[in-house]
């Protein structure tokens, strides 16, 4: 039987042992997966196995088993790859089927080559899925991950580190310079084409594949979604099941990592010609060269080809897209999936999947023991609101507020809180956000300063040169929360004008446009997205020929001065009971004094609360019409639709925060009180200040 380092650290001998068990039967990929499956059930085992959101790449065995928690970033075009082919050897004419999947490469032994011709050649198909780490997930969380791992990671051949292990964290020095670890990485790899390496072939083959690469010199754009973030971006290769992934998944991919330096030198336009197989068509497999000059003995070729069939220009992507799909492994590693899913949330505190009968005993439990966790979470809140309890109440209900339907095209259960009142130009908003990130699982500060709104790019758009989706900030993953800071917001001038030289023939135009108006535009369309963000729960990816809409379920928490320029389901007015004389010094004293054990409470009440089903009963519905009736009775002035739908929200998630999964009376009449501070106390500031707030 396979010991545990064979799986984890060799998988290739797995899957071939099944293969060579099973050929020319095709359950043999159906049993690979069932294999690895099985295995990763074992107690404890997804502990074993290797995250590359933990350790850098360099740290890593190559085709060892390795996971990743990411989101799909973007998604390529689907791919055509060898799943079977047959070698021969010239001298024997003994032949041997392998198997392409999962690899980049195809290896025949000395003394072979492929038959491309073979009637036992089996194309296939797979998916490329452009990968990235969680945007905005937040530093407990990383943390809590590598704490629980148990795998047991080795430096890589070509590297040597002074220590065993070390997370992206800590690895700046690497990160901010990607060309030391390349050089590291193949520093002692030698001459790949050497006759003590098995010859191969890239098996990849995507309709339009490249040939000639561009210059690799201009840093690689990695297309994170925000500023700052680090980690490694992967090419996903899903072989089943892929039209199950949609862009902005969150997933954890379990696959054997395939860092071959024959990727990087394939894609270098410096380099000795190297072999490449793709296919034109699902028809028509063809050995191309990378540079078109003459072998006189080509490595695995069993056939001498025309001129025609090495013209790199028939079958090429623009130079932009190859460098973009095929970027050096060393930078952009590439995973082979053997299994996928999507995660429901990415807190490590809790059972990936609650509906496991495991699952359902750590829920009970800790249900049990709601109540004195919700009483300590909104003191907790309260002092870091500067003793305001009724917006300390509302924060909570907006923290495990989410999108559980849509109606056509109204997102159901999404809760914006406009918190007004806060001081401006001031870092009680700053920490307030950093309070949020200690709580949830995924979130970012956006500052709606002048510079940010005309030049940052906030909805992704399409690049047709490169073929790729270019993110934006507001491409981000299911329940992050975004925090929009609009006491950064000035006012600000925009009367800059440039002018613009066109040439036409022999004459001459100056035209001169407004750069301002150019940055009005910008700042008006990402207001746009922010607005739609939060009505609609939707993002309007621009394809530059139409717009794409996108569903997403983003918890929204807007500060301001007086009432937002952005729309919100529920205003709330601070109103501070305490000032502290040093607010940093406060808001750190109260982070600090909370024990690691209680905060770990929290997470879990917070992304607990989220994922529980919730309904109204009948009864609770009628009493609720006929209060409403009555209410309209009274004063047909004072509530609205609106009004009864902001309460039935409130309500819910009022219900939730205390556990229950059904509407009572007693939680009705506590939203409606909540709800008649929160508008008395905005009618009270609008009597102070003269206006609408």
Same mark, same amino acid.
């Given at each position: 039987?396979?010991?545990?380092?064979?799986?984890?650290?060799?998988?290739?001998?797995?899957?071939?042992?099944?293969?060579?068990?099973?050929?020319?039967?095709?359950?043999?990929?159906?049993?690979?997966?069932?294999?690895?499956?099985?295995?990763?059930?074992?107690?404890?085992?997804?502990?074993?196995?290797?995250?590359?959101?933990?350790?850098p790449?360099?740290?890593?065995?190559?085709? %060892?088993?390795?996971?990743?928690?990411?989101?799909?970033?973007?998604?390529?075009?689907?791919?055509f790859?060898?799943?079977?082919?047959?070698?021969?050897?010239?001298?024997?004419?003994?032949?041997?089927?392998?198997?392409?999947?999962?690899?980049?490469?195809?290896?025949?032994?000395?003394?072979?080559?492929?038959?491309?011709?073979?009637?036992?050649?089996?194309?296939?198909?797979?998916?490329?899925?452009?990968?990235?780490?969680v945007?905005?997930?937040?530093?407990?969380?990383?943390?809590?991950?590598?704490?629980?791992?148990?795998?047991?990671?080795?430096?890589?051949?070509?590297?040597?580190?002074?220590?065993?292990?070390?997370?992206?964290?800590?690895?700046? *020095?690497?990160?901010?310079?990607?060309?030391?670890?390349?050089?590291?990485?193949?520093?002692?790899?030698?001459?790949?084409?050497?006759?003590?390496?098995?010859?191969?072939?890239?098996?990849?083959?995507?309709?339009?594949?490249?040939?000639?690469?561009?210059?690799?010199?201009?840093?690689?754009?990695?297309?994170?979604?925000?500023?700052?973030?680090?980690?490694?971006?992967?090419?996903?290769?899903?072989?089943?099941?892929?039209?199950?992934?949609?862009?902005?998944?969150?997933l954890?991919?379990?696959?054997?990592l $395939?860092?071959?330096?024959?990727?990087?030198?394939?894609?270098?336009?410096?380099?000795?010609?190297?072999?490449?197989?793709?296919?034109?068509?699902?028809?028509?497999?063809?050995?191309?060269?990378?540079?078109?000059?003459?072998?006189?003995?080509?490595?695995?070729?069993?056939?001498?080809?025309?001129?025609?069939?090495? *013209?790199?220009?028939?079958?090429?992507?623009?130079?932009?897209?190859?460098?973009?799909?095929?970027?050096?492994?060393?930078?952009?590693?590439?995973? =082979?999936?053997?299994?996928a899913?999507?995660?429901?949330?990415?807190?490590?505190?809790?059972?990936?999947?609650?509906?496991?009968?495991?699952?359902?005993?750590?829920?009970?439990?800790?249900?049990?023991?709601?109540?004195?966790?919700?009483?300590?979470?909104?003191?907790?809140?309260? =002092?870091?609101?500067l003793?305001?309890?009724?917006?300390?109440?509302?924060?909570?209900?907006?923290?495990?507020?989410?999108?559980?339907?849509?109606?056509?095209?109204?997102?159901?259960?999404?809760?914006?809180?406009?918190?007004?009142?806060?001081p401006r130009?001031?870092?009680?908003?700053?920490?307030?956000?950093?309070?949020?990130?200690?709580?949830?699982?995924?979130?970012?500060?956006?500052?709606?300063?002048?510079?940010?709104?005309?030049? %940052?790019?906030?909805?992704?758009?399409? *690049?047709?040169?490169?073929?790729?989706?270019?993110?934006?900030?507001?491409?981000?993953?299911?329940?992050?929360?975004?925090?929009? &800071?609009?006491?950064?917001?000035?006012?600000?001038?925009?009367?800059?004008?440039?002018?613009?030289?066109?040439r036409?023939?022999?004459?001459?135009?100056?035209?001169?446009?407004?750069?301002?108006?150019?940055?009005?535009?910008?700042?008006?369309?990402?207001?746009?997205?922010?607005?739609?963000?939060?009505?609609?729960?939707?993002? &309007?990816?621009?394809?530059?020929?139409?717009?794409?809409?996108?569903?997403?379920?983003?918890?929204?928490?807007?500060?301001?001065?007086?009432?937002?320029?952005?729309?919100?389901?529920?205003?709330?007015?601070?109103?501070?009971?305490?000032?502290?004389?040093?607010?940093?010094?406060?808001?750190?004293?109260?982070?600090?004094?909370?024990?690691?054990?209680?905060?770990?409470?929290?997470?879990?009440?917070? $992304?607990?609360?989220?994922?529980? *089903?919730?309904?109204?009963?009948?009864?609770?519905?009628?009493?609720?019409?006929?209060?409403?009736?009555?209410?309209r009775?009274?004063?047909?002035?004072?509530?609205?639709?609106? &009004?009864?739908?902001?309460?039935?929200l409130?309500?819910?998630?009022? %219900?939730?925060?205390?556990?229950?999964?059904?509407?009572?009376?007693?939680?009705?009449?506590r939203?409606?009180?909540?709800?008649?501070?929160?508008?008395?106390?905005?009618?009270?500031?609008?009597?102070?200040?003269?206006?609408?707030?």
């Open positions: 039987m396979p010991c545990v380092a064979d799986w984890l650290n060799n998988p290739f001998s797995i899957v071939q042992g099944i293969f060579a068990q099973n050929v020319p039967n095709s359950d043999w990929e159906k049993k690979v997966t069932e294999y690895f499956k099985e295995k990763l059930k074992e107690n404890n085992a997804t502990n074993w196995v290797p995250s590359l959101n933990d350790v790449v360099h740290y890593l065995k190559p085709n %060892s088993l390795v996971k990743f928690r990411c989101m799909v970033q973007d998604m390529f075009d689907p791919e790859y060898m799943g079977v082919y047959e070698t021969v050897d010239p001298n024997t004419n003994a032949r041997v089927l392998h198997f392409g999947k999962y690899r980049d490469v195809a290896e025949c032994g000395p003394q072979q080559e492929i038959d491309l011709n073979s009637s036992q050649t089996v194309t296939s198909e797979r998916q490329t899925l452009y990968c990235v780490p945007p905005g997930e937040s530093a407990w969380v990383k943390e809590a991950y590598i704490s629980a791992s148990q795998a047991r990671v080795s430096p890589s051949t070509s590297y040597t580190p002074s220590r065993h292990k070390r997370s992206y964290e800590e690895d700046e *020095d690497m990160d901010l310079h990607p060309s030391k670890q390349k050089e590291q990485h193949m520093g002692s790899g030698g001459d790949i084409h050497g006759c003590v390496e098995p010859k191969r072939l890239e098996t990849e083959a995507s309709a339009g594949h490249h040939l000639i690469s561009p210059n690799c010199s201009p840093p690689l754009d990695l297309n994170f979604p925000l500023p700052g973030e680090k980690g490694p971006a992967c090419l996903v290769k899903v072989y089943e099941s892929w039209d199950t992934f949609k862009v902005n998944d969150v954890e991919v379990y696959g054997i $395939s860092v071959d330096p024959v990727l990087s030198i394939v894609n270098n336009e410096e380099s000795q010609p190297v072999i490449q197989l793709f296919c034109d068509s699902l028809e028509n497999l063809v050995v191309r060269l990378q540079n078109p000059v003459e072998y006189e003995n080509p490595t695995c070729i069993h056939r001498k080809m025309d001129s025609s069939a090495l *013209d790199p220009m028939e079958c090429m992507d623009t130079a932009e897209e190859q460098r973009v799909h095929s970027p050096p492994a060393s930078l952009v590693p590439r995973i =082979h999936v053997i299994l899913q999507k995660l429901q949330h990415i807190n490590p505190l809790l059972p990936a999947c609650l509906n496991e009968e495991e699952s359902k005993t750590f829920v009970s439990n800790f249900m049990s023991e709601l109540s004195p966790v919700r009483a300590e979470l909104l003191g907790f809140l309260t =002092h870091a609101l003793g305001d309890s009724l917006a300390a109440e509302y924060l909570i209900l907006h923290l495990i507020s989410t999108v559980y339907a849509r109606r056509d095209v109204l997102p159901l259960g999404k809760f914006t809180v406009n918190l007004s009142g806060c130009n001031s870092i009680f908003t700053e920490h307030i956000y950093r309070i949020i990130q200690q709580l949830v699982p995924a979130s970012y500060r956006l500052q709606m300063t002048i510079e940010n709104m005309n030049h %940052s790019r906030f909805i992704p758009h399409k *690049d047709y040169t490169a073929n790729r989706l270019v993110s934006g900030v507001l491409q981000l993953a299911s329940n992050t929360s975004l925090v929009v &800071d609009e006491t950064q917001l000035e006012q600000g001038q925009l009367d800059t004008t440039v002018t613009l030289l066109k036409n023939s022999n004459c001459q135009v100056h035209v001169s446009i407004s750069k301002g108006r150019f940055q009005e535009l910008t700042s008006v369309h990402n207001v746009t997205a922010l607005g739609n963000l939060i009505t609609w729960q939707k993002v &309007d990816y621009d394809f530059s020929y139409h717009q794409m809409e996108f569903p997403c379920n983003i918890n929204v928490l807007i500060t301001s001065e007086g009432r937002s320029l952005l729309p919100s389901d529920c205003q709330v007015h601070l109103q501070p009971q305490i000032i502290p004389p040093n607010m940093e010094e406060y808001m750190n004293s109260l982070l600090t004094a909370v024990l690691p054990s209680v905060l770990n409470k929290f997470r879990i009440y917070l $992304s607990l609360l989220r994922l529980l *089903d919730y309904s109204i009963s009948d009864e609770v519905t009628k009493a609720v019409e006929e209060d409403f009736v009555e209410m009775k009274n004063d047909p002035e004072s509530i609205t639709a609106d &009004d009864l739908h902001r309460t039935l409130v309500a819910r998630f009022l %219900s939730l925060s205390a556990g229950q999964t059904t509407l009572s009376r007693e939680r009705w009449l939203a409606k009180q909540l709800e008649a501070l929160r508008k008395a106390r905005l009618q009270q500031q609008k009597c102070v200040n003269g206006n609408e707030l």
